[in-house]
Nanobody
């Protein structure tokens, strides 16, 4: 089992930036595809970004493309989400996720919550207008 703990959330003005971090413990994340999802009050959970085990492939939700960047450091067992040009509609709880699913299964389902079997507790991001 891998334990995921997010940090870096907070309050920021529109147009600003935040960097979320996800620290993993218990197992190395090198065997996990990693991702970020978010959920705003009254809304469904939304895919934000994902990254393959080796970090070569990245995936983004349409609403964050060009503004957010996901990265990972397998040696440090961490995953990060750099969020730039933040908008009020980015306000949500952000969750770090990990998937142990086989590469052949996960590769085409990186934007699907069901692909991921490990979830952090979430960190709140609030963007003021």
């Amino acid at each position: 089992q891998v334990l995921l703990v997010e940090s870096g959330g907070g309050l920021v003005q529109a147009g600003g930036s935040l960097r979320l971090s996800c620290a993993a413990s218990g197992r190395t994340i090198s065997s996990y595809a990693m991702g970020w999802f978010r959920q705003a009050p009254g809304k469904e959970r939304e895919f934000v970004a994902a990254i393959s085990r080796n970090g070569i492939s990245t995936y983004y939700g349409d609403s964050v493309k060009g503004r957010f960047t996901i990265s990972r450091d397998n040696a440090k067992n961490t995953v990060s989400l750099q969020m730039n040009s933040l908008k009020p509609e980015d306000t949500a709880v952000y969750y770090c996720t990990g998937s142990s699913a086989p590469v052949t299964y996960a590769a085409s389902r990186m934007n699907t919550a069901g692909t991921y079997d490990h979830w952090g507790q979430g960190t709140q991001v609030t963007v003021s207008s």
